[in-house]
């Protein structure tokens, strides 16, 4: 058996199990799918106040895991690195303070670090959708990737001139996108499982 045998047996192994998992879970995904259409719905209807949440949010939880990580170090004083652990935990809490203290200012950051996230979902979406390929619907994956490609160019390219407001926008536009195909796939398979039943 050649190599190129064993990658289409391989390939066609994933494919069986996706589709096995699908069938089984359908309702997942639907109801993930209506969730993130929902929610991407109010990212792109508000979209100033999903990016400063989503500042603040951030900067949140980065306090409080440096509220962690400096708590475990003042209980442990004897552990290695001790400084080291220290000044990281002190730099979460600095980083947290100022995401919470001035949201549109860390916009700008979180737009760039969410332009990032799309072009790496988005090649990722697209490696799904070829494994999928001969499933149904598998070209809502397919376009929900190319469209993380293209809000992640479209991001990079500009991102230092972009409004608060187009982190929310964009953010939203994704999540539906996501949704869409989501819906579709568990819609697809709960057809299905009714003939079978």
């Not at 939880?61 to 004083?77: D, E, M, N, Y």
């Not at 994956?141 to 991001?155: H, K, N, P």
Request: charged share 10%; hydrophobic share 60%; net charge neutral.
């Amino acid at each position: 058996m050649s190599n190129t045998d064993d990658i289409v047996t391989d390939l066609k192994h994933a494919q069986q199990q996706i589709l096995a998992y699908m069938q089984a879970h359908w309702r997942l995904f639907l109801f993930e799918g209506i969730f993130f259409i929902l929610l991407g719905f109010c990212a792109f209807i508000i979209p100033r106040f999903f990016s400063v949440f989503i500042a603040i949010f951030l900067g949140w939880i980065i306090v409080i895991g440096g509220v962690t990580q400096v708590s475990r170090v003042l209980f442990l004083p004897k552990i290695p690195g001790f400084g080291w652990w220290l000044g990281l935990g002190i730099l979460q809490l600095v980083v947290g303070f100022l995401l919470i203290a001035d949201p549109i200012a860390g916009v700008l950051t979180l737009t760039l670090m969410l332009a990032l996230f799309f072009a790496v979902e988005g090649v990722i979406k697209i490696y799904m959708a070829w494994m999928m390929r001969p499933l149904p619907h598998w070209g809502y994956v397919l376009f929900s990737g190319i469209t993380a490609l293209v809000l992640a160019s479209i991001m990079l390219a500009f991102w230092s001139d972009i409004p608060q407001w187009l982190l929310g926008l964009f953010l939203g536009i994704n999540m539906m996108m996501l949704g869409v195909a989501m819906v579709k796939i568990g819609l697809h398979h709960n057809d299905r499982a009714d003939k079978v039943g």
